[in-house]
């Protein structure tokens, strides 16, 4: 099917990371009762490590020698791969260290990831017990693909690496509202989307994205591009990207073509903050460059699309095809498709409405309901700009930083076990 895999060296050397506490406290029963045997007749020898605490796992592999590894497999929710990828991107090395071959286990409530590993698979849909025994065999087989990443700048100018989602409104709401109700497993989810649709709100922020080039259909000229607008240009610190506006999408839904006026800036205003956003304080540059996005305090590019609409119920852009065991949300997502899908629900949608979308979600149909408040783009970057004083935004399920955010798509940067 044209995916390029490589296999694990053998024998693998196994980094076993599993969280006793995620999911339904069960993830180290999971594993000596249905994943040991596997690895002991696959002969794929293994180190396990307990995490003790939060962040353990990340400062973990933030210092180990990672020669002595050939695989990190993470027995958890996607919350302990997040630290896991996270701790390797903050080492000096972390060019190396991010080849290092990834592997997910479900043992938690959130298993987005390994959902859509089984996905590309192309196996039909499983649950519990039947997931993790497939996540088990992907591992024992070893075969290696690459996966996309998505760096994150928040506003007090951390950057984080993100291989799920960013999500802010309805869904991170539920994300963290749910975690609650971890020890039901996975299904904390459903209940937690019908909590908060009795408590349906609406959250005012901007949105603006740099679409993806999709190819015109044949036929159609592009009109002529507006050429850029010269002291834009020299003020803006990124490349700049060929104008898009064309894109049939942003032409239909949007108002991308009309002047430099369609930009989004810092609420903050901080007028004599002009450098680069990959440019840390010391004046060291911060690898891997985000050459899309300029800095959170400038205004966006003229290649970008800005959305007019400014009331949303929900604002998802997610870079697999599950957000949980049962909510195919990105049905075309692949690993390394090196597109952010991004989702957004405007106000005015009806609670049934809502429902229905999520309902349809677990067979992917959520795009066939003909739903006039959804909009599905392919992106390449984003900025969202929450107006709201309060609410929740989450990167790969976990709670961040509540403020304007950008985000930017990195192909194939990690390496992923799967297939
Ligand atoms: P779940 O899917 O159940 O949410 P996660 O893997 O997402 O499982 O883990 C939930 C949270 O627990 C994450 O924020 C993770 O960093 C944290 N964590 C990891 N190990 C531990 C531990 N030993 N004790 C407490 N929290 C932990
Ligand atoms: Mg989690």
Not at 158 to 167: D, G, H, V
Request: with cysteine; charged share 15%; hydrophobic share 40%.
């Amino acid at each position: 099917d044209g995916v390029m895999y490589t296999e694990l060296r053998r024998p693998c050397r196994v980094m076993m990371l599993v969280n006793p506490h995620s999911g339904r406290g069960q993830a180290l029963q999971l594993f000596t009762g249905h994943i040991q045997g596997m690895l002991t007749e696959a002969a794929v020898p293994y180190t396990l490590v307990i995490t003790e605490h939060q962040n353990h796992a990340r400062e973990l592999v933030k210092k180990a020698d990672l020669s002595q590894w050939d695989a990190l497999v993470i027995m958890s929710g996607d919350g302990l791969l997040f630290e896991v990828i996270n701790g390797l991107m903050e080492r000096e090395d972390w060019q190396e260290a991010i080849q290092t071959p990834l592997g997910i286990l479900p043992g938690g409530s959130g298993n987005a990831l390994a959902a859509s590993v089984h996905h590309y698979s192309q196996s039909s849909p499983a649950w519990n017990e039947e997931l993790l025994l497939s996540c088990g065999f992907m591992l024992c087989k070893g075969l290696v693909g690459s996966m996309d990443l998505v760096s994150i700048h928040l506003a007090s100018r951390q950057r984080l690496f993100s291989f799920l989602s960013l999500a802010w409104g309805f869904v991170a709401d539920v994300d963290i509202e749910s975690e609650k109700y971890r020890h039901v497993g996975a299904i904390r989810f459903l209940m937690g989307t019908l909590v908060r649709l009795a408590s349906l709100r609406v959250y005012q922020g901007r949105l603006a994205y740099l679409p993806v080039n999709e190819t015109l259909p044949t036929g159609k000229h592009p009109p002529p591009s507006t050429p850029q607008h010269p002291s834009l240009c020299s003020s803006l610190p990124c490349q700049l990207i060929p104008n898009t506006s064309l894109n049939r999408n942003s032409r239909r839904n949007h108002n991308s073509t009309n002047s430099n006026h369609n930009t989004i800036t810092n609420s903050s205003n901080n007028a004599i903050t002009t450098k680069r956003t990959e440019t840390q304080s010391d004046g060291k540059t911060e690898e891997p460059v985000d050459s899309l996005l300029p800095g959170l305090d400038q205004p966006v590019p003229e290649s970008w699309t800005v959305v007019k609409e400014e009331d949303f119920v929900l604002v998802l852009a997610i870079y697999q095809s599950h957000l949980a065991e049962d909510l195919w949300t990105a049905p075309g997502a692949m690993a390394d498709d090196g597109l952010i899908h991004l989702f957004y629900v405007t106000a005015g949608i009806s609670r049934p409405a809502l429902l229905r979308l999520f309902l349809a979600m677990e067979k992917g149909a959520h795009l066939a309901c003909g739903c006039p408040h959804l909009v599905y783009e392919k992106v390449k970057a984003l900025r969202l700009e929450p107006i709201s004083p309060q609410g929740m935004i989450t990167v790969d399920g976990e709670m961040v930083e509540y403020g304007p955010v950008q985000a930017q798509i990195h192909p194939g940067l990690a390496r992923l076990i799967c297939g």
